[in-house]
């Protein structure tokens, strides 16, 4: 079946530590989104990509890091120059361009003790 | 800069209407709306795109003025399911990124 995957879906991590969170499509879409959802803030674009080896920092990219090696894989790392990284990520893939739906993958909850 | 949804939350008894609001500062190419149960995936509901047209299926429906940077959802004789956070997401002119509102809490009451 295709969709998009992220992993894993409840990560715990110490302060001062650096987190990879991967999130994986097998829709062969062109784009891909890192979002992060805090209560009553939304959905906030971290980092988005239109095409493989090229991304764009979203409204709150700093403290994060992207690479868009190949075109099925988008992963996230939450570096410890993130201030607030508790947190529900999402990621998200659409066909190119953003006139087509974009999918979610479940989401991973993020917890920094 | 998020686009602002209206209102923050929502309840209704079962049959009853509601309007939730999006609106933008910037010029908009789309729009997108999409519900999210409580720890689920956002799911797509529809796309409305330049050009001011109104969409529907079911009894969800949603308009889009692109004059006024606004689009509105429109969910008629509610059910039980309707229940969950609705975002918006905008795609302003000129730019590749989706960028969403801070979303809608609706809850439905038998």
């Known amino acids: 079946d295709g969709g998009i995957t992220q992993s894993p879906k409840y990560l715990f991590r110490k302060e001062g530590q650096n987190v990879t969170l991967s999130c994986e499509q097998n829709?062969?879409?062109?784009?891909m989104y890192w979002y992060r959802q805090d209560p009553g803030q939304g959905l906030r674009l971290i980092y988005y990509?239109?095409?493989?080896?090229?991304?764009q920092k979203g409204d709150i990219a700093e403290g994060y890091s992207v690479s868009r090696e190949k075109k099925e894989s988008f992963p996230l790392t939450v570096t410890s120059a993130q201030k607030n990284p508790t947190a529900f990520y999402l990621c998200?893939?659409?066909?190119?361009?953003?006139?087509?739906?974009?999918?979610f993958g479940q989401g991973t909850r993020l917890t920094v003790v | 800069q998020q686009p602002v949804q209206s209102p923050q939350a929502v309840i209704l008894r079962e049959g009853e209407d509601a309007v939730i609001n999006c609106s933008s500062s910037?010029?908009?190419?789309?729009v997108h709306w999409y519900r999210q149960k409580h720890g689920e995936a956002p799911v797509f509901l529809m796309i409305?795109?330049?050009?001011?047209e109104q969409k529907g299926h079911e009894k969800i429906s949603a308009s889009f003025n692109e004059k006024k940077q606004q689009s509105s959802l429109y969910l008629t004789a509610s059910q039980l399911s309707y229940s969950g956070t609705y975002f918006c997401g905008t795609e302003e002119d000129n730019t590749d990124k989706l960028i969403f509102g801070t979303g809608t809490r609706l809850q439905v009451f038998p």
């Open positions: 910037k010029a908009l190419y789309s």
């Open positions: 998200a893939s659409s066909n190119f361009d953003t006139t087509t739906e974009a999918f």
């Open positions: 829709l062969n879409h062109d784009a």
């Open positions: 990509s239109q095409i493989v080896n090229d991304f």
């Open positions: 409305l795109l330049k050009g001011g």
